[in-house]
Structure formats: C-alpha cells, structure tokens
C-alpha cells in the first residue's frame, strides 16, 4: 500500500502562484510514476502533469505547460506541483496519484493511489 497526502492549496489572485506537495508513504519503492489531477465541479476528474518516479520525466496536459512544473524529491518521497500564472480556470480539486506499473498516464483509471485532494480557488 502507499499512502499520499496533499498541501498547499488555497485561495490565490489571478495571475498568482501556488506549490502543491504530495508526501508519500508505505511501499513507496513500488510508485513507477507520480501524477497530478483535478476536478472543478460538475467536470470530469482531469490529468495536468506526471513525473516518472525514478528517470524525472516530466508529462503535462497542453494547459498547463509553461505556467505549472512538477518536481519530485525521491529523498523525501515528495511530489511537488509549482504553479504559476494562475487562472481562474484553475480552480478544481487537485489531486495526487500514484501508479506502480507503465500505464498511459493521462488517463486517471491507470493510478493505483489516490489522495484526497486540496482545494486551489483562483480568483479573479
């Protein structure tokens, strides 16, 4: 089992920055690639980046990229989101995963391991 926990969210002005941490725990020797998601209401459950676990390849959804970097430091089993430029169509849940095996990584049906999700409200 690997266990993943969110930080960071918030309110924050448009144009904005946020840094979200996903701190992992357990098995954490088996996490092949680590992903961010979202969720605004009434939307379907969204992929923004993902990170191979131990390579550093780095994957965004085309609406992020150049404004949102994730990072990962294996030292402390923690995942990081750095969000920049914020829009308010930001605005969603944001969600951790963890996948243990080499899945299309888009796709939120292929992680094994979720968090519960920290809250990131951009306002206009």
């Known amino acids: 089992q690997v266990q993943l926990v969110e930080s960071g969210g918030g309110l924050v002005q448009a144009g904005g920055s946020l840094r979200l941490s996903c701190a992992s725990s357990g098995r954490t020797f088996s996490i092949y690639v680590m992903g961010w998601f979202r969720q605004a209401p009434g939307k379907q459950r969204e992929f923004v980046a993902a990170?191979?676990?131990?390579?550093?390849?780095?994957y965004y959804t085309n609406s992020v990229k150049g404004r949102f970097t994730i990072s990962r430091d294996n030292a402390k089993n923690t995942v990081y989101l750095q969000m920049g430029s914020l829009k308010p169509e930001d605005t969603a849940v944001y969600y951790c995963a963890a996948s243990v095996r080499n899945r299309v990584l888009t796709d939120y049906m292929n992680y094994d391991y979720w968090g519960r999700g920290t809250q990131v409200t951009v306002s206009s």
């Open positions: 990170i191979n676990w131990s390579a550093g390849s780095t």
